[in-house]
């Protein structure tokens, strides 16, 4: 049990392995008749500045708290001095976790308003779906009409061209009223299978404020 690998482990920053040697002299002097040397009290003072530096703030305070009560004046001077450093340090530690808990939940809540900003802009695609499903909608009506109307009008006509005129024009006409009607024709389609409805922005705001 050497008490000098122990201190040359801590000057050379190997806490860990520091801990481990003081820690086992300390041992051996508490078992011994050392324990009131003064070798054990360097012992013990070095051991609080390995826990210290292992990051082990919670048994560096305990143990100051014992060499408080240490008979040497000067080993008591110490620990209490020491005390006042690992306790003002672990009071600067605690705040630092609580502040990154409040950046997560920050982060959390940005995200969330980002998303809800990316779902209202889905209004403006849902208008250019519409768009192309009206005119969708409007262009086979207007093949079928076509189609039914060649029948009608240019076969077995003795003026052909005048039937096909007549049938792209009806065609064309159609298509136009296709158009215009087909947005109104979905959102009723809609309305009786889904029971789905536009809202209004007083709605958004009433039921959800943070999508607002």
């Known amino acids: 049990m050497s008490l000098e690998n122990g201190l040359n482990a ?5 806490y860990a392995e520091a801990v481990q040697w003081l820690e086992d002299y300390c041992q051996y002097c508490q078992n011994s008749s050392d324990h009131h040397s003064q070798e054990y009290s360097q012992a013990q003072a ?3 500045k390995a826990y210290s530096g292992n990051g082990e703030n919670k048994k560096a305070i305990a143990l100051c708290r014992k060499l408080e009560n240490n008979p040497n004046s000067q080993v008591s001077n110490w620990a209490k001095k020491c ?12 705040p630092t976790k609580t502040t990154a808990k409040t950046v997560s939940k920050s982060r959390h809540k940005a995200g969330r308003v980002a998303q809800t900003g990316i779902r209202l802009a889905m209004k403006g695609i849902a208008g250019n779906l519409a768009l192309a499903s009206g005119v969708t909608i ?13 029948l009608l009008l240019i076969l077995n006509s003795n003026n ?3 039937g096909l005129i007549i049938a792209v024009a ?3 006409i159609f298509n136009v009223a296709a158009f215009f009607i087909s947005p109104w024709i979905m959102d009723l389609t809609q309305r009786w299978l889904y029971q789905t409805r536009w809202v209004t922005l007083a709605d958004i705001q009433r ?5 607002a």
Not at 10 to 14: A, D, E, N, S, V
Not at 83 to 94: A, H, N, P, R, V
Not at 138 to 150: C, H, T, Y
Not at 207 to 211: I, K, L, Q, R
């Open 83 to 94: 005390l006042t450093t690992l306790t003002s340090k672990s009071t600067k530690t605690t």
């Open 207 to 211: 039921y959800s404020p943070e999508s």
């Open 10 to 14: 801590l000057k050379q920053k190997r």
């Open 160 to 162: 052909p061209v005048t």
């Open 138 to 150: 409007s262009l086979l009506f207007g093949m079928v009409l076509v189609l039914a109307l060649s």
């Open 170 to 172: 009806i065609t064309l």
């Open 46 to 48: 070095a051991l609080v």
